[in-house]
C-alpha cells in the first residue's frame, strides 16, 4: 500500500449571500476538470431548492451531491482514501454535528484526502458555529468571504434573521436572512 502525505484541509467560511458555495462549486469544477476524484457532500437538512441530491447556490447553479445525515453512513458507502479520492467537498458545514465531522476529516486528512469546506461562520445572532469555527482552527488555508449589505451596500460580515423564532437554526434563504454591515445588523 502507498503512503500518501497528509491531505490538505481548505475552508471557505463568511455569512448567507457571500458566495462560499458558489466559491466551493469553482474549486470542484477545476479539480473535475483536471479529471480528479471528488466526492461532493450535503447535509440532508439543507432542502431549502427542494434539490435533495444537488449542490444549488443562490442564484441557482447546480452540481451533483450526496445528501447525507451524518458521516457515519459516509464511511458506510464509501472508502475515504486517496486512491480512491482527491478531494472532498462538504457544503453547509455547520449543520453537521462537530466531533463527527472532526473524526471524519481528520480520518480523511491522515490518509490523504484533501479536503474543500464551506459553512457558516456564525449564527444570526453572531455566535460562531461550533463545527466551523473548529474547522477554521485547523485549516491550512482559509477563505473568509464577505456579502454585501442589504442595507447599504458596504461589506456584510453577519447574517440578519428577519423573522423572530426560538430556533438557532432555521433553514432556508432571502426569505428570512439577509447580509448586513455591523452597523446594519441586530442578533435575532
Same mark, same amino acid.
Not at 444537488?54 to 458506510?76: G, Y
Not at 469546506?117 to 491550512?140: K, Y
Given at each position: ?52 441530491? *444537488? ?45 463527527? %465531522?472532526?473524526? !471524519? ?16 461562520? *456564525? ?5 460562531? !458555529?461550533?463545527? %466551523? ?20 451596500? *458596504?461589506?456584510?460580515?453577519?447574517? *440578519? ?28
Amino acid at each position: 500500500m502507498a503512503a500518501y502525505e497528509r491531505g490538505k484541509l481548505s475552508v471557505i467560511a463568511g455569512p448567507m449571500f457571500a458566495g462560499k458555495t458558489s466559491e466551493l462549486l469553482k474549486r470542484l469544477l477545476f479539480l473535475e476538470h483536471s479529471d480528479e476524484k471528488i466526492l461532493v457532500l450535503k447535509p440532508m437538512v439543507d432542502d431549502r431548492y427542494n434539490e435533495p441530491d *444537488q449542490l444549488v447556490t443562490h442564484n441557482k447553479l447546480k452540481h451533483e451531491a450526496v445528501s447525507v445525515r451524518d458521516f457515519e453512513r459516509v464511511k458506510d458507502h464509501y472508502t475515504i482514501k486517496r486512491y480512491n479520492y482527491h478531494t472532498i467537498f462538504i457544503d453547509e458545514v455547520q449543520f453537521f454535528n462537530k466531533g463527527e %465531522t472532526l473524526w !471524519f476529516v481528520e480520518e480523511g486528512l491522515r490518509d490523504g484526502v484533501n479536503f474543500v469546506i464551506a459553512g457558516l461562520d *456564525q449564527d444570526s445572532r453572531g455566535i460562531p !458555529f461550533d463545527t %466551523t469555527a473548529r474547522l477554521l482552527g485547523l485549516a491550512d488555508s482559509v477563505t473568509k468571504i464577505r456579502a454585501v449589505c442589504n442595507i447599504c451596500g *458596504q461589506k456584510a460580515s453577519k447574517t *440578519q434573521r428577519l423573522i423572530r423564532t426560538p430556533n438557532r437554526i432555521e433553514v432556508g434563504g432571502a426569505e428570512i436572512y439577509e447580509p448586513r454591515c455591523h452597523l446594519h445588523w441586530e442578533s435575532k
